[in-house]
């Protein structure tokens, strides 16, 4: 199973950025799918996750910015990232977590915004 990430790169602040995952191999029973980011010296940090049912949850920090949603026929979640901040600048990653096969995750995207 692999988790490739894409979308991630260098945008001002206010702009846009859409970040894809998508999950291939012999992966099923797909459950779980999050985002999350680590900037330099910090901890990593859970952003946005969707439930197999669509349900999505939020950090604080990105509510009303930032949407996240999934193809269930693609094993791909996507994050919609709008209104970005410099605070936003960190490497995402995604995670899937699947009810036999456990969590697995991506190998990263870097996000940079600037001022």
């Known amino acids: 199973v692999q988790l490739q990430a894409s979308g991630g790169g260098l945008v001002q602040t206010g702009g846009s950025l859409r970040l894809s995952c998508a999950a291939s191999?012999?992966?099923?029973?797909?459950?779980?799918m999050e985002w999350y980011r680590q900037a330099p010296g910090k901890q990593r940090e859970l952003v946005a996750r969707?439930?197999?049912?669509?349900?999505?949850d939020y950090a604080e920090s990105v509510k009303g910015r930032f949407t996240i949603s999934r193809n269930n026929s693609k094993n791909t979640v996507f994050l919609q990232m709008n209104s970005l901040k410099p605070e936003d600048t960190a490497v995402y990653y995604c995670?899937?977590?699947?009810?036999?096969?456990?969590?697995?995750w991506g190998q990263g995207t870097l996000v940079t915004v600037s001022s």
């Open positions: 995670l899937v977590g699947t009810f036999l096969l456990g969590t697995f």
């Open positions: 191999g012999s992966i099923r029973g797909i459950n779980v």
């Open positions: 969707i439930s197999g049912r669509g349900t999505t």
